[in-house]
């Protein structure tokens, strides 16, 4: 089994600041990891993916995510938002090696303050 | 890169009628796609896993009657949503696996916006 935590579903920061958004998971096996971006009435866009290679994973738009197996996290940052990354982020893991199943988290709604 | 298009994008079908959502993969073959259904301020939930020439995989409380999946090629997933009702206006999108291994990526289609009135 697998699942997906997603700690907080709306995050508001002020356009420079940081962007944290948290992602737990759990899975009985080595999973692989995604950030998915959704902007209104559009489909998902992979932001980055972790497939137990480097544990730091940079991705588009200059987000990065580490993957901390001893924190089960999977935490998606950026040094400074942009008005252009207010979105819906979700969180997804997959069972290595496989693609048979993708479990999303409910996802994190950024808001970027001018 | 791989690209993954849904047709339509957007349909309003009337109640009691069937309406039908293609999934392709365009630069890739994809044995396998799935199907995802997304309600308002939620998650994606997956409903069924298609398998090219095969019958699909359905996840509990999917019903299989209803939501209809024909996976004919390897570059085309079909979902037929048969006798809609207002119920089933969802945003129902797919993915498709481009490649094998941790070289694997999945892209996702646009999606196709479904109102049933």
């Known amino acids: 089994a697998q699942s997906v935590t997603q700690l907080g579903s709306h995050v508001s920061v002020s356009e420079g600041a940081l962007v944290l958004l948290r992602c737990n998971y759990s899975s009985s096996v080595p999973p692989y990891l995604f950030w998915y971006v959704q902007y209104p009435n559009q489909g998902l866009q992979l932001l980055l993916k972790?497939?137990?290679?480097?544990?730091l994973v940079k991705g588009i738009n200059g987000f990065e995510a580490e993957f901390k197996k001893s924190e089960t996290s999977f935490h998606l940052t950026k040094p400074s938002a942009h008005m252009s990354d207010a979105a819906e982020y979700f969180c997804?893991?997959?069972?290595?090696?496989?693609?048979?199943?993708?479990?999303f988290g409910i996802g994190t709604k950024l808001q970027v303050i001018p | 890169g791989a690209v993954v298009s849904q047709h339509p994008s957007w349909v309003i079908c009337k109640s009691g009628t069937s309406v039908k959502i293609e999934c392709r993969s365009l630069?890739?073959?994809?044995?396998?796609m799935f199907w995802y259904r997304q309600f308002p301020k939620q998650s994606l939930m997956l409903m069924a896993t298609s398998n090219e020439g095969s019958k699909a995989t359905y996840e509990q409380g999917v019903e299989k009657d209803k939501f209809l999946i024909n996976h004919a090629s390897l570059t085309l997933s079909t979902l037929t949503v048969t006798s809609a009702h207002p119920e089933d206006s969802s945003f129902y999108i797919c993915?498709?696996?481009?490649?094998?291994?941790?070289?694997?990526?999945?892209?996702f289609g646009e999606g196709s916006w479904l109102t049933v009135v």
């Open positions: 630069d890739f073959q994809a044995t396998t």
């Open positions: 972790y497939t137990s290679a480097a544990t």
């Open positions: 997804a893991v997959a069972r290595s090696g496989g693609y048979q199943k993708v479990t």
């Open positions: 993915s498709a696996a481009a490649g094998t291994g941790s070289g694997n990526t999945i892209y």
